[in-house]
């Protein structure tokens, strides 16, 4: 069973830095592009950053871009948001996603779409307080 488990999450202070993980557990991430997503009370679930499935393509929100840093490494099985200069407003709820169509490796380049990933993890926390 295809299973994604995002870890990482907490709670820092302005301007600090947190890596997220996305694990995957029954499948081989290696064919699979990824998204990271975040949701904040009351908003829209929105894109972060996304990456294809052989990581020659990424793409970041413009309000992360210079600020987060998506990368894989397949050997672990494992997709990280490095998010370092965090604001308040990065405060959220963030999803990992995962789809193995060849369309989402294309679509990953112009848009981080969340009717675009099939597979979802549960979210992890990030809080960004003083």
């Known amino acids: 069973q295809l299973q994604l488990v995002e870890s990482g999450g907490g709670l820092v202070q302005p301007g600090g830095s947190l890596r997220l993980s996305c694990a995957a557990s029954g499948f081989t991430l290696e064919s699979y592009s990824i998204g990271w997503f975040r949701q904040a009370p009351g908003k829209e679930r929105e894109g972060v950053s996304c990456?294809?499935?052989?990581?020659?393509?990424?793409n970041y929100a413009d309000s992360v871009k210079g600020r987060f840093t998506i990368s894989r490494d397949n050997a672990k099985n494992t997709v990280y948001l490095q998010m370092n200069s965090l604001k308040p407003e990065d405060t959220a709820v963030y999803y990992c996603?995962?789809?193995?169509?060849?369309?989402?490796?294309?679509?990953?380049?112009?848009?981080?779409?969340?009717?675009?990933?099939?597979?979802w993890g549960q979210g992890t926390q990030v809080t960004v307080s003083s």
């Open positions: 996603a995962a789809d193995r169509r060849p369309i989402v490796q294309a679509l990953c380049a112009i848009r981080i779409g969340p009717a675009d990933f099939a597979s």
């Open positions: 990456i294809s499935s052989g990581g020659g393509t990424t």
